[in-house]
């Protein structure tokens, strides 16, 4: 059980045009989902906590009118980069909390190598 | 500001033998540690954890150490095998901030047969 899905788990994209990333919970009800971007060879860095039904909670320095995230139910989040650009290439990763879980238990998605020319 | 550092981005090891890994942390208020085992364009798949109330946890080939007086944890694999090969990422959360994992750069072990 607790399995995450990502999809698509690659895009290409032309520059100024969106994106829209789906993460998954497949087999339970995720109260909450964490968006994460790696960079190579780097760490995973903490985008944005969202609650379904709420508004996403953005780390400092996560513009979220470029990122948007909707988390409309359950097993559904999603993450839209707006007006894309090369810089925002990165492999983005997303958890998921199950409902009634330890709070520090999270499972993670596949991911998605978003890549913008 | 790396809250969470690992400061060997690489490690090579011969096959039976010890992996350690290392991790260092800055923030106090951090209290509870984990570690993840992650492949290339694959997520993170979580391996053990460990509470600040304990010093060890041990779960099979893999053993946690937390050393919190010196702000550092180390992952053991004893004997390490060649599909251990991978990065690990060592995090940390603050219980206050809802679960947020706080990630270090990982370090990349290379098991040789």
């Known amino acids: 059980g607790a399995v995450v899905s990502q999809h698509p788990s690659w895009v290409i994209c032309k520059s100024g045009t969106s994106v829209k990333i789906e993460c998954r919970s497949l087999?339970?009800?995720?109260?909450?989902m964490f968006w994460y971007r790696q960079f190579p060879k780097q760490s995973l860095m903490l985008m944005a906590t969202?609650?379904?039904?709420?508004?996403?909670?953005?780390e400092q320095g996560v513009e979220k009118d470029k990122f948007l995230i909707n988390h409309a139910s359950l097993t559904l989040s999603t993450l839209t980069v707006t007006s894309a650009h090369p810089e925002d290439s990165s492999f983005y990763i997303c958890?998921?909390?199950?409902?009634?879980?330890?709070?520090?238990?999270?499972?993670f998605g596949p991911g998605t190598r978003l890549t913008v020319l | 500001d790396q809250q969470v550092k690992q400061n060997s981005p690489s490690l090579s090891v011969q096959e039976g033998r010890i992996s350690i890994l290392n991790c260092d942390y800055t923030?106090?208020?951090?209290?509870?540690f984990l570690w993840y085992k992650k492949y290339p364009a694959e997520g993170p798949t979580f391996l053990i954890s460990?509470?600040?109330?304990?010093d060890k946890n041990e779960d099979g080939r893999f053993t946690v150490f937390l050393n919190k007086s010196a702000k550092h944890l180390s992952l053991h694999i004893v004997p390490s095998q060649p599909g251990d090969s991978a990065v690990y990422f060592c995090?940390?959360?603050?219980?206050?901030?809802?679960?947020?994992?706080?990630f270090g750069q990982g370090t990349e072990l290379s098991v040789k047969p």
């Open positions: 958890s998921a909390r199950r409902a009634g879980g330890l709070y520090n238990e999270q499972f």
């Open positions: 087999d339970f009800q995720a109260t909450t």
């Open positions: 969202s609650n379904e039904g709420s508004k996403a909670t953005y």
């Open positions: 923030n106090s208020m951090f209290d509870y």
């Open positions: 460990i509470s600040s109330i304990k």
């Open positions: 995090a940390a959360t603050p219980s206050y901030q809802g679960g947020k994992l706080i």
